[in-house]
């Protein structure tokens, strides 16, 4: 940048100093400023990779009533009062080596499930309200652990067994909404055409994410296991609607749209069309 | 015999009574469940009932777009005042584990004589207040408190209470790094915590005094000081240590021989009032 300017050029010919010459004082007070910023860039960038790496670690599950990931992680103080609350062990601060951002509870249901306690310990002792307690509270502001999302179970069916015809009903018995997140779906099991398929299916508006049923999984890794939300779940948008819902369609209310503009949006649609040097631009 | 140990490691010893015990009331809380001090350094309740809250930590969140919430704010505010009177980095030498870790790498310099091979410490010992500035920067562009990802304190207090982890890599890496490269290298240059709390330690009210006419210039207290740019004063002013970079641990008043150091109350009024009699 500087070297644009002749001026400054000459005077860099002039401070040339030879190794063994003391350099002036200004030029002092201008190499330390130099080299502070410097390091001060170098340890900044260092420090935000690092930062941005551990951000970035999706596939965590968060005790109940968390926010969403990215304000729980601003929020989250790190005090592990909610590891203490936890009367089964279930949550764990993230140590050195978990590679989870430093010092925030998790936990991992194949290990230790949540038992989904109807007084939900651990969320009002959070000071700084990274867990929420509103988002556990029912319409009459009584604690309701039903209201948790901590993640949704998702089923991998081509090693579940109950999808190969082998009767299991463990994840549906170990359920804690038993029939309302994890109900079992009866089909025809054509390879033999006598026997049934007792499938199960989850109900992602429903399910917790406590990994009750994870835990009682029989397959030697879990057939079926919890995941983020924002991780399992997809989203339609705004485009399609369930025109049969009536609750769906209230969607349209916040229903937005987006314009984009391109070389043949400046004529009407039937213009457009019948124009040839615009339906040549289509073809380009 | 006794008598003479108590007197050169008095505060030594308080220290390692309440740097242990703190640490104790928090396991105890999450091992039986005697909720005398719940949580860790980060936030804790006292009692079930008082909270505390780390003000670095707290600022930070605020930089990173947290809702501040009214107990974490009461609890940072009670810890300010609590260090505002007796002295910021009372934290650094009478709570935080780290230190006991430092101490021993410090303690070990001093007994080798790493110190004669390396007698100029090559780095600033400003470099915590940067640390504390770029923790800023980082916290609000990546929307999380940036120390508090990376703290070798957070990783040892929550690895004595929740479980260690590789928690131990951190420890060795910090005895190490002030063993070998720069003495008092984490917690005189490098950490901004004691950096904030040593301008939070501006304001304190419990000083090391020096008395000049008694002082015999043996120089025992600069030499086991761990911020002994503090103690310019040694041998040439009756003043008090004002600087907010004194730790209050106590080490100078006990190594003194001639009773010229000694912890007293910081007189109010500016100037020479100060001076003691």
């Known amino acids: 940048m500087s070297n644009i300017n002749p001026h400054e050029d000459k005077e860099k010919k002039n401070m040339k100093t030879p190794a063994n010459q003391p350099i002036s004082e200004r030029r002092k007070f201008f190499l330390t400023i130099a080299r502070a ?53 279930t949550l764990k601060l993230a140590k050195p080596g978990d590679n989870k951002p430093l010092g925030t509870p998790f936990f991992e249901p194949r290990d230790i499930p949540c038992y989904m306690c109807i007084d939900i310990p651990c969320v009002p002792v959070c000071p700084t309200n990274a867990l929420d307690i509103k988002s556990v509270q029912n319409k009459e502001k009584k604690l309701d652990i039903n209201k948790a999302q901590m993640g949704v179970a998702v089923i991998d069916d081509s090693s579940c067994i109950a999808f190969w015809g082998i009767q299991c009903d463990a994840c549906y018995r170990a359920c804690p909404l038993l029939g309302e997140a994890i109900n079992i779906e009866y089909t025809k099991n054509e390879r033999t ?43 339609a948008g705004d485009y399609y609607i369930k025109g049969w819902d009536k609750k769906d369609e209230k969607r349209l209310e916040n229903a937005t749209s987006k314009t984009t503009t391109t070389q043949i949006s400046k004529d009407s649609a039937v213009d457009s069309l019948n124009s040839s040097s615009d339906m040549e631009d289509l073809l380009k | 015999m006794i008598n003479s140990i108590y007197k050169k490691y008095r505060f030594l010893i308080a220290r390692r009574i309440t740097q242990i015990s703190v640490m104790v009331l928090y396991v105890i809380a999450n091992v039986y469940g005697i909720n005398i001090l719940t949580g860790n350094l980060s ?21 990173a777009g947290a809702i501040i919430s009214v107990d974490i704010l009461l609890g940072a505010f009670i810890i300010s005042i609590f260090y505002m009177i007796v002295g910021g980095r009372v934290f650094c030498s009478w709570v935080c584990p780290v230190n006991m870790i430092t ?31 770029i923790s800023f920067v980082i916290s609000f562009f990546m929307g999380i408190a940036a120390f508090e990802l990376i ?35 984490w917690c005189g240059h490098i950490c901004p915590l004691g950096g904030f709390y040593s301008l939070i330690g501006r304001f ?43 730790t209050n641990c106590g080490r100078c008043v006990e190594v003194c021989d001639d009773d010229a150091l000694n912890f007293s109350i910081k007189n109010l009024k500016k100037g020479e009032q100060n001076e003691v009699r």
């Not at chain 1, 900044?44 to 992680?73: H, M, Q």
């Not at chain 2, 120089?219 to 008090?240: A, D, R």
């Open chain 1, 37 to 89: 910023t410097g390091l001060a860039i170098l340890g900044g960038l260092t420090w935000s990779a690092y930062v941005d790496e551990v951000k970035a670690t999706s596939l965590i599950l968060r005790p109940p009533g968390a926010l969403s990931e990215d304000a729980f992680l601003a929020n989250c103080i790190k005090c592990g009062m909610c590891v203490e609350a936890c009367p089964f062990d």
């Open chain 1, 193 to 235: 055409g006598k026997h049934a398929f007792l499938k199960p299916v989850v109900y992602p508006d429903v399910c917790t994410g406590c990994g009750l049923c994870e835990k009682a999984c029989v397959t030697e890794k879990a057939a079926i296991f919890v995941l983020p939300r924002e991780v399992a779940l997809g989203r």
């Open chain 2, 43 to 63: 936030s804790s309740l006292l009692l079930n009932t008082v909270p505390l809250s780390d003000p670095y930590a707290v600022l930070q969140m605020a930089v």
């Open chain 2, 103 to 133: 101490d021993l790498a410090n303690y070990l310099r001093r007994k080798f004589g790493f110190n004669q091979i390396q007698k100029k410490q090559p780095a600033s010992r400003n470099i915590r207040y940067w640390v504390i500035a």
């Open chain 2, 151 to 185: 703290s070798p304190i957070s990783m040892i207090h929550r690895g004595i209470i929740f479980g260690l982890g590789f928690g131990w890599a951190t420890i060795l890496i910090i005895f190490l790094f002030d063993l070998f490269v720069l003495k008092n290298g």
């Open chain 2, 204 to 246: 304190s009210l419990i000083r090391v005094h020096h008395n000049a006419p008694n002082c015999t210039a043996c120089m025992k207290c600069k030499e086991v000081c761990p911020e002994n740019q503090v103690l310019h004063m040694v041998t040439k002013t009756s003043i008090p240590v004002l600087s907010g970079e004194c």
